[in-house]
């Protein structure tokens, strides 16, 4: 794999990931300077503001109001440049792109708080990276249609990213997910995925590393060794498996789709992974991205959430990698939506029962077939 | 208060309350019998399913899914009995109702889980009380368009249930709330809120409760007191104010238009308030809810939670009663999703500043007349 960083005319950086050597997985070339990328515009700076209720950031981050909202294709700014029309990928034809967000929440060097906090409630900048990862040139090529070779490659950006993202001193953790669909809020269609680099670890994944540390110091076992373990054994929830990774409906999903790929192995990171493993997760990426498209005959929307380990030098060896997919649909038509138990309360009530639903899954799933 | 209970013909119990005595703050009559109510049917049962890996209860509600969704308004479920329609209330004209939700996520008697759990994830029937209340009997009178007194009515039905509910001995929350709007996935457009009992404190509100006694036990002060005078002293967040609330969209606000109703002196539940507390309640209600609807112009939607502390005999006294807005739109057209970061790790990004929001807001407010 070989990286090739350029400078975009408004500053930010733009790297190509080519797949022409002939090792795929070791990386070559010139990686973009990401701590000294310089400031996106004084009008775009945001900021951290301290929750003291509930004990937790919330980012500002007002320049995204005016983010490019659901462009014609002809005037898709991730589609490779034309003569007649200039995206923001300045050549004709790419692989894969990593790319800074035009409307990063956070940045490296990020502009002064826009209000003084207090001590209840401070503000710090909001320090931090955004990337767009886009999946290929193709305008149209989701995860769900893309050759499973792609998706390998994908994963192998995506390691690469972590291991150059986390060098960063300000970078305590990153989080690599997919919005995918209008239904999510997605405001360009061309698949991507987006790299983000917190200055703290994100309250979602505290949960669950405290789950799984307290676990750990309890009964000497990995918990989502033993939750997977026992999904696989019940097998009702389970839609598909391979050597390396199950992906199963988990039996306390809040969303009625919600799927959970886990590995089979313990292990915290992306970076932890054979390249058996790498190809086995693209594999179940495919198949179930592929499922999800095939159960209501759509583009299936979704956020595709990667959990692996803080990147610090902290003691992590009690977590466990895997991916969580959270879609929005309760039926082909219906959404479900975060109301007043959910958003005012906490308590996520799923319509659906998970077993009903994985049975419905497990039904439309095919594994790919490697070139 | 007059309260007059019935029981429907699919066993749910319904409840008028009328304000036809000199004194409205008593209520008299009868109460409905709710530890007793009847199960809804065996294929209804729901269950509470633990997720060990984030410390949390959710709910299985199946028979929610085939709940009613957008019939016409000749066809309102909650609008009176006429002889060419009958809805779920069964008489021709009527003030406030209370009654038991149709598709209920939690029942006073509620049947058997539908799968085992196992030690690390056990299930529990999901004991509670869903109750639907009717704002009143006209189809498309919301908070924003009722008189000021219909809102005070609404408070002293809120509080008469509070009392009822939380003498259930399985009732460990109880959670007053409305969903407005199709944006928030409301099935019903007939203004309606919702009380939850809760058999557990939930998550969200044990949050802010941690958090509360935390800083009451460091400081000797009530932390939301103490946010609400910054916000009042500070007023660029302040929206409106009366004797005894604040509104304010909070310093470090999740939402564009989130906003907190705060009441000035320190007390924690719905039954503390004093008559003209209920009457400034009210008006502060009304002035929200109507200078939403003027910003854009529309029906404005939002979750509105009532946040007070839970019913249990424990001492909450470090704990501020107080009413939070979530609303959806982050412009006249545009909605704010929860997206990867807030989904997937739970950093909630704001395109906004809460300064400019309300602003906006403070533009459009008029308090109500009392008649």
Not at 321 to 339: G, Q, V
Request: aromatic fraction near 12%; glycine fraction near 4%; charged fraction near 20%.
């Amino acid at each position: 794999m070989r990286v090739r960083s350029v400078t975009l005319h408004d500053g930010r950086y733009l790297s190509y990931y080519e797949f022409i050597d002939s090792d795929w997985t070791a990386t070559t070339g010139v990686q973009p300077d990401v701590a000294s990328a310089p400031r996106i515009g004084d009008d775009r700076s945001s900021e951290l503001r301290w929750n003291p209720l509930l004990g937790e950031w919330v980012a500002t981050a007002t320049h995204r109001q005016d983010r490019t909202f659901l462009p014609p294709a002809d005037f898709c700014p991730f589609c490779p440049s034309t003569e007649a029309f200039s995206g923001e990928v300045p050549e004709s034809n790419y692989d894969i792109v990593v790319l800074e967000n035009r409307f990063p929440s956070l940045q490296p060097n990020p502009g002064i708080p826009s209000v003084e906090g207090s001590e209840l409630s401070p503000t710090v900048p909001a320090r931090g990276v955004c990337e767009v990862v886009l999946y290929s040139s193709i305008h149209d090529l989701t995860l769900a249609d893309a050759p499973v070779q792609q998706i390998y490659k994908l994963i192998l950006v995506w390691t690469s990213r972590w291991r150059e993202l986390k060098k960063l001193t300000f970078a305590k953790y990153i989080f690599v997910f997919e919005n995918k669909g209008e239904a999510i809020g997605v405001t360009l269609h061309h698949p991507h995925g987006q790299i983000y680099a917190y200055p703290f670890v994100p309250p979602r994944i505290q949960q669950e590393l405290d789950a799984s540390k307290r676990h750990t110091e309890e009964t000497g076992n990995c918990l989502i060794c033993t939750l997977r373990a026992a999904e696989s054994r019940a097998g009702r929830r389970v839609v598909t498996e391979n050597e390396t990774f199950s992906a199963f409906i988990p039996f306390s999903a809040r969303w009625p789709y919600e799927l959970h790929i886990v590995s089979r192995r313990h292990f915290q990171t992306l970076g932890d992974m054979t390249i058996a493993e790498q190809k086995d997760l693209a594999s179940i990426l495919k198949t179930i991205t592929a499922g999800y498209d095939a159960l209501f005959e759509r583009s299936f929307p979704y956020i595709m959430a990667v959990h692996q380990a803080p990147s610090s030098e902290e003691d992590y060896s009690f977590y466990h990698f895997h991916i969580e997919f959270y879609p929005p649909l309760r039926s082909a038509t219906k959404l479900k939506f975060l109301a007043g138990s959910e958003a005012g309360a906490g308590l996520f009530i799923n319509d659906t029962l998970p077993e009903v639903k994985a049975a419905e899954l497990r039904a439309r799933v095919r594994p790919p077939v490697w070139p």
